[in-house]
């Protein structure tokens, strides 16, 4: 699982009340079925974090230095589209060959393509996928690797069919609500170029955010005292992806040699388009967090982590686990402070020092 070594690629989700005391039976009652009984559809349920065909879900096997870990293994057979169209191929030579023909009807190329999949599935392999999950008891949260729609419906479905309920994505809207029992849905809409009116620019407080991050990097010197937490350095980094609605170009993507000194990236931000993903890194002391975040969703993507002592596996999974929390309690108080200041009376100030920074970017060709 990504979150037990290397990099780490997830989203978090918050739990409306804790587990259920028989949580890991109830998963075990919709544990994946046996992948031999696996035909032409799709199976999936749950198995244990040690690997995906381990259905055995117990409390031994469902806890790993003490959080809770499981995944939601999908399993079908596929046949190579390469293969597919290959045998498909043949069997339409054969036919024209002995139809005297060069030419074969649409509806025969579907009949056709119908019988080489069912000659070919039972032979193709299983194909294994698996969502993982980890549950911090403490913060009751989950660390999931859904990272599309597609895999949190999917996780959020299995999940609730074992549990009763699901968790709620945690999103700039929810992390509010939970942090600071704030609800910023009204917060009005907010241009960041003083040639766009800001009725005219994307309202969505994640990408504010991301944009308030980059400029507290560059124009307030990168450096944030975060409560509990001491102090902390911001970077902001390529690729970069910006974002607006409405008419003209909705997304523009900065990749090649510096994107934040490009001009491109200047561009965008005159144009009244924010910042929706882009690579942070976080730093406190010598130790280092650094991946992709995106803004709406908080979704973080190849997270780096400082690197840890040689301890035995137990430990250093806890370790990562300490520094995987500090990291989410670190993203999350920047988004507080940011927050706080958007609803302050000094925001005005902000916005307009942001206009400023956004005007006077130096660039590099």
């Not at 193709?124 to 895999?151: E, F, V, W």
């Not at 929706?276 to 130790?287: I, N």
Request: overall charge neutral.
């Amino acid at each position: 699982m990504s979150l037990e070594s290397g990099s780490a690629s997830f989203r978090m989700l918050y739990l409306p009340r804790e587990l259920p005391a028989d949580a890991v039976e109830r998963f075990a009652r919709h544990a994946a079925p046996p992948i031999d009984t696996l035909g032409a559809g799709e199976i999936n349920g749950w198995v244990t974090g040690r690997h995906l065909l381990d259905r055995h879900i117990t409390r031994d096997t469902a806890y790993h230095a003490g959080y809770l870990r499981l995944s939601l293994m999908q399993a079908e057979r596929k046949i190579p589209e390469p293969l597919l169209r290959a045998e498909c191929r043949m069997m339409e030579i054969a036919h024209m060959q002995a139809e005297g023909t060069d030419k074969i009807s649409q509806t025969l190329r579907r009949e056709i393509r119908q019988q080489v999949t069912e000659r070919l599935l039972p032979q193709m392999p299983p194909t294994l996928r698996g969502i993982h999950m980890l549950h911090d008891s403490t913060a009751n949260l989950l660390y999931t690797t859904a990272l599309s729609d597609k895999q949190l419906d999917a996780f959020q479905i299995g999940f609730s069919q074992a549990i009763g309920f699901g968790g709620v994505p945690v999103l700039p809207e929810t992390a509010s609500l939970q942090r600071r029992n704030r609800s910023i849905r009204d917060w009005e809409p907010v241009s960041f170029s003083a040639d766009v009116e800001p009725e005219d620019v994307s309202n969505d407080p994640g990408l504010d955010f991301l944009t308030w991050l980059w400029f507290v990097s560059e124009a307030r010197g990168g450096m944030l005292k975060l409560k509990d937490l001491g102090d902390w350095a911001v970077m902001i980094d390529g690729p970069l992806t910006f974002v607006m609605e409405g008419a003209g170009a909705h997304e523009a993507v900065v990749r090649r040699g510096e994107p934040r000194l490009s001009a491109e990236a200047k561009a965008s931000l005159l144009s009244g388009k924010k910042l929706r993903r882009a690579k942070l890194t976080l730093a406190r002391g010598e130790q280092a967090w650094s991946g992709a975040i995106d803004g709406p969703s908080f979704v973080i993507r190849g997270l780096k982590m400082p690197d840890g002592e040689k301890l035995d596996a137990v430990s250093k999974f806890q370790e990562r686990m300490h520094l995987l929390d500090l990291f989410k309690e670190a993203l999350l108080s920047l988004f507080d402070r940011f927050a706080n200041e958007r609803e302050s009376s000094d925001w005005k100030r902000t916005v307009e020092e942001m206009q400023t920074w956004v005007k006077s970017r130096k660039t590099r060709k």
